[in-house]
């Protein structure tokens, strides 16, 4: 296992929604997307150093996933290639 020890700054834009990461290597604009019945956040990470690569997560407040689940289905249609990490 690796640690690096280094500094984060943080910015939120209330404006635009946006919290902006930064550290030394990684740039990083982190927006809130659609919330599912309050019990699962949904985020959009673009990876502002690595040429705007999205990347999406669900944070689910039960242990099996069932909100993530049902998120999934509405904002990834069939054919949808993202996996619940749960799953794998």
């Known amino acids: ?26 740039q990083e604009d982190v927006i ?13 990470i673009v990876i502002t150093s690595k040429n705007n690569l999205e990347v999406y997560k669900i ?5 099996k996933c069932k909100n993530a689940k049902k998120l999934l289905k509405s904002v990834c ?6 996996k619940l990490t749960r799953e794998i």
């Open 59 to 63: 944070y689910d407040v039960d242990f």
């Open 32 to 44: 809130v997307l659609k919330p599912f019945n309050g019990e699962a956040l949904y985020l959009k």
């Open 77 to 82: 249609p069939r054919p949808c290639t993202w």
């Open 1 to 26: 296992m690796n640690f690096f020890r280094g500094s984060l700054t943080t910015h939120y834009d209330a404006a635009s929604g946006v919290g902006k990461l930064e550290t030394s290597t990684v």
